[in-house]
Structure formats: C-alpha cells, structure tokens
C-alpha cells in the first residue's frame, strides 16, 4: 500500500523544495541520478513537535507505521576502528544491531552512535536523520522490506518536514547495500 498522500495538507515535488532541506540532503537531491526519476520524491512539511514516528503515528493514524521508515545512525568498533552507518528499517521494526549490522560492518561491538556525533557528522538534526546525504563514506544499510515498498515516509534532514521516496530510490542511494533481517519485530 503507497503512503496516502492525501492525509498531508501539502505534499509538494522535493526539488521544489531545496530551501527548506538541510545541505546534505537537498545536494543529494540535486545530484540525484538513479533509476526512479527524482520528481517521484515529495516532501511535506510537518510540525517539528511531532517529528517523532509515535507522535506522527498519533496525529495522522495508524497506516503511518506500516509506511515509514527510520534511519538510525549505528557505530561498529573493531580494534581502534569505528565506522559510522546509517541503517534504515521500517518503523514497526527495530534495527539488528548486534546481529546483521555487526556482521555487515565487520565489527566486534556496534551500538547506536551517540546523538552528537550522529548529528554533527551527518548534518542532519536530530530526529530528522534521512539516509539521503549521509556521509559518501558511511556505509548505508537498508532492509529489503523498505527497498520493497512503493514509497516510504522518512525524514527529511531536518525535525520539520518529511520526504515520501519510493523503495527503489533508497536501495539505490550512494553507498546503498540491501539486506534481508536488518529490520527485525
């Protein structure tokens, strides 16, 4: 089922949009060059008091969790190493830290990155983590069931403000590598 669009006041083309993504994100908009035409990507502004999926799930309904996606930041440390990734899961499911990411990335331990260093090194806020414009050198882990859903409700960069992306387009960003299990119940 494709994210009702219809329950958004405004749902406007992405690139329409640029001034009110973060830099990251509108260049990675910019720059856009996979398969699914960047004109299917669509932003809607939504009220930063509600950027949180519970709260977003309270004022638009229960379809909403099954059509979002979150992106979490993930640090895995092997040796003196860490390497930051960005992870994305539906939001029913929780992200297989300790199992898939730790073994995708190598690493001993992973856990989620501090919010400091995941905010200040994506420069994205908090709570507005997308995985559109993270560092070209993270790895960026998506689920198979987000690459497989029509579109997927996400953040945008930024607390205000949400971006609808087809699947396709997120299995298809820089750095992108598909995994079955990353999200689990």
Request: charged share 20%.
């Amino acid at each position: 089922m494709p994210v009702p669009m219809d329950a958004f006041d405004e749902v406007r083309p992405a690139v329409e949009c640029l001034d009110q993504l973060t830099e990251p994100v509108a260049a990675a908009i910019r720059a856009w060059s996979g398969s699914v035409p960047v004109e299917e990507f669509r932003f809607v502004d939504t009220d930063p008091a509600i950027a949180d999926t519970a709260l977003l799930v309270e004022h638009y309904g229960p379809w909403l969790l099954e059509q979002s996606a979150n992106c979490v930041v993930v640090a895995g440390r092997r040796g003196g190493e860490t390497t930051l990734a960005g992870c994305v899961v539906l939001s029913h499911t929780r992200v297989d830290v300790n199992g898939v990411v730790r073994r995708q990335l190598g690493a001993r331990k992973a856990s989620f990155a501090p919010m400091d260093r995941a905010v200040g090194e994506s420069g994205m806020e908090y709570g507005g983590i997308t995985p559109i414009g993270l560092p070209a050198d993270w790895p960026l882990l998506v689920d198979a069931a987000v690459a497989d859903t029509p579109y997927a409700l996400i953040g945008s960069g930024s607390r205000r403000g949400k971006l609808i992306v087809p699947g396709k387009a997120l299995a298809e960003l820089p750095g992108a590598t598909v995994l079955d299990g990353l999200g689990v119940a």
